[in-house]
C-alpha cells in the first residue's frame, strides 16, 4: 500500500508540475499499468511515450556469430532470424552442398551412392565424386539374361528375359528372368519415407502414416519410427544446439527465444548469468568481503546477485574486524521483499548476536536475525581480547515475491559507526 501511495502522489506531482514523465521510470505487466498517453514496452516491461518498435530480423551475419559465440560452427542453411521467423544464410562453394553426407549447417562434397548416381545406378560401378580411399563404388550384378548397359540392367535384343523364371514358389516374383522373394520392411518400420522403403524386388512398400503430430524418421537402428512433436519447444530445449528426433538441431539463443539479457545457454537451458551461482546453502557460502575493506570499525560493501527460481537463497560471508558497531543489510534493488537472515560469528566461534531488529532463527545450529522486509540489523559483542581479531559476518537472501526465473537484486551490507541499530528506510 505505501508503495501505491508514493506512486500516485508522484504522478499527481508530475501532473501538477506539467513535467513529462520520464521513459522508463515506471514498470508494467499490461497497458493499464502505465500513465495515459505511454505505452508498455514487452522487451522489458517499462512504460515509454511511444509505441513499441517492430522486431527486426537478424541477419545472418549477427546469426552465425551469435552460434559461434556458443561454440556451434555454422555455414549455411535455414537459421532462426529473432522474429520468429528464419533466414536463408550462406552460399556453399561450387560443387558443395549444405548439409551434405548429414553435416547440418556446414558446406561439403555430398558423395554419389548407387540411388542418386544418373537417376539410380542399378549395375557395374560409378565413379566418386569426393575422393575417398576408393576410386569407384560398385553398384551390383544384373538378374537373369539381363546385361549392365550404362548403369542399367536391359535385356539384350532377341532375348526373352523372363524365360528364366518358369513358375516360382508361392511368395516369390519373377523379376528380370529369376525368382525374387520380396521382404515386407514394414514388419521392422513403423512408418516409411516418402518414396517407400525397397521391398528387395524392385517393388516399394508404403507403411502406415504417422499420427497427427507425429513425424517418421530414421532412428538410430536404421529403421523408421513414429516420433512426436519434433520441435526445440516441444523437446524442452531453449536454446543451442541439440538433437531431436535424430536429427541436429538449431534452437537459438536465449534472446531470441524471449529470455532477457540476464540469461545464457547452458546444456540446451537458459539459466541466469550469476557470478554467485553455488552459494544455495551455507557450506558453500560466497565470501564477498575480507582484508582492508571490511577491517574497520565502520565499512560497507554492495553485492549485486541473482535469485534464480523461488526456492532459491543465496548465503554470503564477510570476514570483518570485531567492534561493538551495529550491522545492517539490505536490498536496495530487486522485484519486491526479500526475506533476509543476518548472524554475526565471534572470533572464538560463538554467536556474537545481543539483540536484532525484528525476529530471529536459527539456521543449521547458529542464531540469525530475521526479517521479510528487505532490511535487518542487529547488535553485536563479543569478549575479543585482541585488537584486530577477526569475526565472520552471515547474511541469506531468499525472494519472497518472486514470478518466474533470474531475479536480479542488489545486497548491501555495512557496520555503522556506533553501537545502536539504526532505524530501518522507508520504502
Not at 204 to 224: F, H, I, N, R, S
Not at 336 to 363: F, K, M, N, W
Amino acid at each position: 500500500m505505501k508503495h501505491l501511495v508514493v506512486l500516485s502522489l508522484g504522478l499527481i506531482l508530475l501532473g501538477g508540475c506539467n513535467l513529462a514523465i520520464p521513459n522508463g521510470l515506471f514498470g508494467c505487466g499490461q497497458q493499464s499499468d502505465c500513465p495515459s498517453g505511454y505505452f508498455c514496452w514487452n522487451s522489458d516491461s517499462r512504460c515509454y511515450d511511444a509505441q513499441e518498435p517492430g522486431c527486426e530480423p537478424k541477419t545472418c551475419e549477427q546469426v552465425i556469430a551469435e552460434f559461434a559465440s556458443l561454440g556451434i560452427p555454422i555455414e549455411c542453411g535455414s537459421l532462426p532470424d529473432g522474429c520468429e521467423g528464419s533466414i536463408e544464410c550462406g552460399n556453399c562453394p561450387e560443387g558443395t552442398e549444405c548439409g551434405a553426407n548429414a553435416q547440418n549447417f556446414l558446406c561439403g562434397c555430398e558423395e554419389l551412392t548407387c540411388a542418386t548416381a544418373g537417376g539410380g545406378a542399378e549395375c557395374g560401378t560409378i565413379q566418386t565424386r569426393c575422393g575417398g580411399t576408393s576410386p569407384a563404388i560398385y553398384c551390383g550384378e544384373c538378374f537373369g539374361q539381363q546385361v549392365c548397359e550404362n548403369n542399367k540392367c536391359v535385356c539384350p535384343a532377341g532375348v526373352n528375359c523372363d524365360q528364366g523364371c518358369g513358375t516360382c514358389p508361392e511368395g516369390q516374383v519373377c523379376v528380370d528372368g529369376a525368382c525374387c522373394a520380396p521382404t515386407f520392411p514394414c514388419s521392422r518400420n513403423e512408418c516409411s519415407p516418402p518414396g517407400g522403403l525397397d521391398d528387395g524386388c524392385g517393388g516399394k512398400a508404403q507403411c502406415p502414416p504417422c499420427g497427427d503430430g507425429e513425424q517418421c524418421v530414421l532412428a538410430e537402428d536404421l529403421t523408421y519410427e513414429c516420433l512426436g512433436d519434433c520441435t526445440c519447444e516441444a523437446q524442452d530445449v531453449e536454446c543451442g544446439s541439440a538433437i531431436i528426433c535424430n536429427q541436429p538441431t538449431l534452437c537459438g539463443t536465449c534472446q531470441d527465444n524471449g529470455f532477457e539479457d540476464g540469461f545464457r545457454c547452458s546444456g540446451g537451458n537458459c539459466i541466469c548469468d550469476d557470478v554467485y551461482e553455488y552459494n544455495d546453502n551455507l557450506e558453500n557460502m560466497s565470501i564477498v568481503c575480507g582484508g582492508l575493506t571490511c577491517f574497520q570499525d565502520a565499512w560497507g560493501i554492495e553485492v549485486p546477485a541473482t535469485l534464480h527460481h523461488k526456492d532459491d537463497i543465496d548465503y554470503y560471508a564477510l570476514q570483518v574486524r570485531d567492534a561493538n558497531t551495529a550491522l545492517v543489510a539490505e536490498i536496495f534493488e530487486g522485484a519486491g521483499r526479500y526475506t533476509l537472515h543476518l548472524a554475526y560469528i565471534c572470533p572464538d566461534g560463538d554467536s556474537g548476536v545481543v539483540d536484532c531488529s525484528e525476529s530471529t532463527e536459527q539456521l543449521e545450529g547458529i542464531d540469525f536475525c530475521k526479517t521479510d522486509n528487505n532490511f535487518v540489523a542487529l547488535t553485536r559483542d563479543c569478549d575479543s581480547e585482541g585488537v584486530a581479531a577477526t569475526g565472520t559476518v552471515l547474511v541469506g537472501v531468499r525472494s519472497k515475491d518472486i514470478a518466474g526465473v533470474c531475479d536480479a537484486y542488489g545486497l548491501r551490507v555495512f557496520a555503522t559507526f556506533g553501537p545502536s541499530q539504526p532505524p530501518e528506510p522507508p520504502f
